[in-house]
């Protein structure tokens, strides 16, 4: 029996958008994976989570979940996709944050934070902000709210309607300062005075409207290169039956700091952030396939005999120095990962590409595959 007889319905699945990210693979590829192999009971894994679409399908499926990630942001958007509050309690918290006392709040100052976001707009999201570093706050409300706003953050003025607090901005990555204050500059454009509450009601609504209030599971912030990361995940759901990963696409280091306005909402400095703390090394092809190794052979050691890992990856263009097959079976080699299938993601069944959903230039064309490995060590 596999978790296959869960169903999945359209309303369900809208919990995934709620925060935009980059290099995520489609919903449909973890999804179509633990629904066809995976037992009721299964522990899913993902020690590069992202923003959780491997958890958030588990969650689906009911199975239980873990998700590390060395990005902050990364983490809050997973963890928002294993909370199951009402929208009711969303909307009453925000609204209380709201009505706090407005002195104290600290305000981002400069040019670029005066064209991003009308000053009631910023000053509304640093009300936020301080409550939801500081307080106690009921943790699954707190994370959905969290969830929201991130994903609101920064985007595209509407026409009719804002969906987002920003000067228009892409959805995806939070722009650097002096390029964006440029491109405001240069075409007159001022940011909306936004109703903060009205945005966070609409989001609560269409995210947490129809949400499945069975889950058991957490997203972690940390390193998975570190043994102790592993041995906490294993803590929350037990032993690993799953895992569905895809890992930094070789040559890709701006994970960090292309994220450094929704790093700024979660108690990040107000300017971008260049460190790379926490993330895999891309200094040279030795080094990166030493990293995945020790992620492969922690997460081993907290795996049932049988475990099954499934990696996406790729590399982004010039960066591109060899098969990324052979990449990641270099990194899998005396890790007690045996490799029992490559397909290549242009023939693999899920289709779409994820170097699709880069941003900017879009990526030089780029091979990706999905290695199938089991545990036995
Ligand atoms: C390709 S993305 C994962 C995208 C994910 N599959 C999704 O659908 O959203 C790779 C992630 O690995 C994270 N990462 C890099 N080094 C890490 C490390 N040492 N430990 C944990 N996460 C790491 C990055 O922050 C990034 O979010």
Not at 155 to 179: D, E, L, V, W
Request: glycine share 8%; hydrophobic share 40%; charged share 25%.
């Amino acid at each position: 029996m596999s978790a296959a007889s869960q169903v999945v319905s359209a309303e369900t699945i809208r919990l995934n958008a709620i925060c935009p990210y980059f290099t995520m693979f489609p919903l449909d590829f973890p999804l179509d994976i633990l629904r066809e192999h995976a037992r009721p009971n299964a522990r899913v894994l993902d020690p590069f989570c992202g923003r959780g679409t491997t958890n958030f399908a588990a969650r689906l499926l009911g199975l239980r979940t873990v998700g590390i990630d060395a990005s902050r942001v990364a983490t809050a958007a997973t963890q928002a996709k294993l909370v199951a509050p009402t929208p009711g309690e969303i909307v009453d918290l925000a609204r209380v944050l709201l009505r706090r006392r407005r002195k104290a709040v600290k305000i981002p100052e400069g040019e670029f934070w005066s064209l991003a976001y009308h000053s009631d707009v910023l000053r509304d999201l640093c009300l936020i902000r301080d409550a939801l570093l500081k307080d106690t706050i009921a943790a699954h409300v707190a994370a959905a709210l969290r969830g929201i706003v991130l994903g609101a953050l920064h985007g595209p003025i509407g026409r009719t309607k804002h969906s987002y607090f920003s000067n228009q901005c892409p959805r995806t990555y939070g722009p650097k300062p002096a390029y964006a204050v440029k491109f405001w500059t240069k075409r007159g454009l001022l940011p909306p005075r936004v109703d903060v509450l009205a945005v966070i009601a609409e989001r609560a609504h269409r995210y947490y409207g129809n949400t499945s209030p069975k889950i058991v599971g957490a997203a972690i912030e940390g390193d998975s290169r570190q043994r102790s990361t592993l041995d906490e995940a294993r803590e929350i759901i037990g032993k690993f039956d799953w895992i569905v990963t895809s890992p930094p696409y070789y040559g890709l280091r701006t994970y960090l700091p292309d994220q450094w306005i929704r790093n700024w909402f979660l108690g990040g400095p107000a300017s971008v952030d260049y460190t790379s703390e926490g993330q895999i090394s891309h200094s040279g092809r030795d080094r990166f396939v030493a990293d995945l190794r020790e992620v492969w052979a922690n997460a081993g050691a907290h795996c049932r005999p049988g475990a099954t890992l499934v990696i996406r990856f790729g590399s982004i263009g010039d960066r591109l120095v060899e098969d990324p097959a052979e990449l990641i079976m270099a990194s899998l080699e005396t890790t007690g990962w045996v490799v029992m299938d490559i397909r290549h993601a242009d023939n693999a069944a899920r289709g779409k590409r994820q170097a699709d959903t880069f941003h900017r230039k879009r990526s030089a064309p780029c091979d990706e595959v999905d290695v199938w490995a089991k545990w036995q060590p």
